[in-house]
């Protein structure tokens, strides 16, 4: 997410409780209307076997009821269990990790080469257990290889999915028909790596996310 999407979640979380309701019709017209396409999404995914073994490194611990809520509330939305924890960092293809000296431009980060998901802990130590589930969600929804929507090309769209879809940056809480089903289309469209594509990144320490893994950023 980035600075625009922190100024717009404001907003949007002043009017929630009517916003919600808006945003729940909004959402089935889109999931109706709206035809995906290629330039929503990247050109991989996260998934290995089908899964996506996530591990929460030490400086993500203090959010790790966020995390499996938000991991729960897809696996729950897709009908399947595609999020699934791992204890052990090599077994992972996501890690979750916390960082205090990224860019305040963003609210978290996601990272699909090497597979990790770096939060603001700027951000977060600010934000309501609601917005911080939020954010997870986000982020965990470009791990299908779904590109942020806030930054659609068709700016009349852009609009309504900044309102209704979580990766339009909505920060809902809630997977709609439209975020469901852009995740599986994501699935679908985007590919899997293989073991050493997905390594050869993971073992490039100097690399900017493998940096901040490692505590250097
Ligand atoms: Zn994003």
Redesign the pocket.
Known sequence: ??AK?VLVSVLVAIGLGITGMFATQSDRALGAAVKFDNTMVANKNLTDRGKISYFVNDSAKKYQADIRFAAHTWNHALGRRLFKPTSLINKSRLTVTVSGQMSNQ?A???EINSGVIALNDNWMTRYDRSKRRALII??L??TFGT??L?QYPNLALQRQFRQATI?G?NYSTTIGEFDRRLADWSLAHTRVMGSAEFYHYRVMDNLYFQRMLRGKL
């Open positions: 997410m980035g999407q963003f978290g980060m996601a986000h982020e929804g470009h590109k942020d806030y990766m940056g």
